[in-house]
């Protein structure tokens, strides 16, 4: 089946500094990957959408100079979490589509992020 | 807009015993359905999916059937083990809501099995 790989799982920061998370689809190309933030207990929260090659669209009321999101490749998107504070910390986890159109998401392993 | 309701939990339950967690949807277009299952601490894994109505999604002694009637997907095990404590999500993507598939979930649902 079709692999997402996240890395970290799991990464631990001082405010201010910057953490990047890799996304990565291991044996598919995605045209589009998703990144969630989820809270404990908490469904998934929907930061935004990104396409190969084009902008990120940001859900509303995510800063997108805070969280920036690039998609440079079929098989890989970023997301930095820039000028990190405590209330960043969360568990964070992407999905990626298969260009070949199958309706199925498929989701990374989430990182842990921890800002101290 | 597009939108799914899935029983809160948590639900408890002793090992071999029936579950069934609801969920319902609403949908602009013909979605395709989808359970998903997170375990402590790790991402989302699919479970099973239906992408037209009357099919039936299965998977590790898992089901769920897609009542296009009903718009429900409920999911059923005949006999829950230990092992299968985790947050369930039930979702939907819906190729009318913008043609990019973004999936749509429900807030997941709790099972906790004891032995």
């Known amino acids: 089946g079709a692999v997402v790989s996240q890395h970290p799982s799991r990464v631990i920061c001082k405010s201010g500094t910057s953490v990047k998370i890799e996304c990565r689809s291991l044996?598919?190309?995605?045209?589009?990957m998703f990144w969630y933030r989820q809270f404990p207990k908490q469904s998934l929260m929907l930061m935004a959408t990104s396409n190969e090659g084009s902008k990120a669209t940001y859900e509303q009321g995510v800063e997108k100079d805070k969280f920036l999101i690039n998609h440079a490749s079929l098989t890989l998107s970023t997301l930095t979490v820039t000028s990190a504070h405590p209330e960043d910390s969360s568990f964070y986890i992407c999905s990626a589509r298969d260009v070949q159109g199958s309706p199925e998401a498929f989701f990374g392993q989430g990182t842990r992020l921890t800002v101290v | 807009g597009d939108s799914v309701t899935q029983m809160e939990g948590p639900v408890t339950l002793s090992e071999e015993a029936f579950l069934t967690i609801n969920c319902t949807y609403t949908a602009t277009g013909y979605p395709s359905l989808f359970w998903y299952v997170q375990y402590p601490g790790e991402g989302l894994q699919l479970l099973l999916k239906a992408t037209k109505a009357d099919d039936k999604g299965s998977n590790k002694g898992f089901e769920a059937t897609y009542r296009k009637e009903t718009t429900s997907f409920h999911l059923e095990k005949g006999s829950v083990q230990v092992s299968d404590s985790a947050v369930y999500f039930c979702?939907?993507?819906?190729?009318?809501?913008?043609?990019?598939?973004?999936?749509?979930f429900g807030r997941g649902t709790s099972l906790i099995v004891h032995p």
């Open positions: 044996d598919f190309q995605a045209t589009t």
């Open positions: 979702a939907l993507s819906d190729e009318a809501s913008g043609g990019s598939y973004i999936p749509t």
